[in-house]
Nanobody
């Protein structure tokens, strides 16, 4: 099993940038596909970005494509979400999730086996 801890959230102005990190415990991180989900106030949790175990494939929601970049460093057991050109509508709690199948492709929450506690991102106007 793996434990996930997100960090890097905070308050930024529109147009600014943040980089989120998700640190994983255990020896099996490199076998997991990883994804970032986000949940805005009053809305359902949605897929934002995903990455396969070898980082050969990445996936993005249309709402973040071109602005966000997902990456991973398997040597550090860490996955990142670089967020640029942030908009107020990006405000949400961002969650890191692990896919035991190693794909990071699925947009459905129930495809992911492990979840972090989330980190708050707030973008002001």
């Amino acid at each position: 099993q793996v434990q996930l801890v997100e960090s890097g959230g905070g308050l930024v102005q529109a147009g600014g940038s943040l980089r989120l990190s998700c640190a994983a415990s255990g020896r099996t991180f490199r076998y997991y596909g990883m994804a970032w989900f986000r949940q805005a106030p009053g809305k359902e949790r949605e897929f934002a970005a995903g990455i396969s175990r070898s980082a050969d494939n990445t996936y993005y929601a249309d709402s973040v494509k071109g602005r966000f970049t997902i990456a991973r460093d398997n040597a550090k057991n860490t996955v990142y979400l670089q967020m640029n050109s942030l908009k107020p509508e990006d405000t949400a709690v961002y969650y890191c999730a692990a896919d035991q199948n190693g794909l990071g492709y699925f947009r459905r929450q129930n495809e992911y086996h492990y979840w972090g506690q989330g980190t708050q991102v707030t973008v002001s106007s």
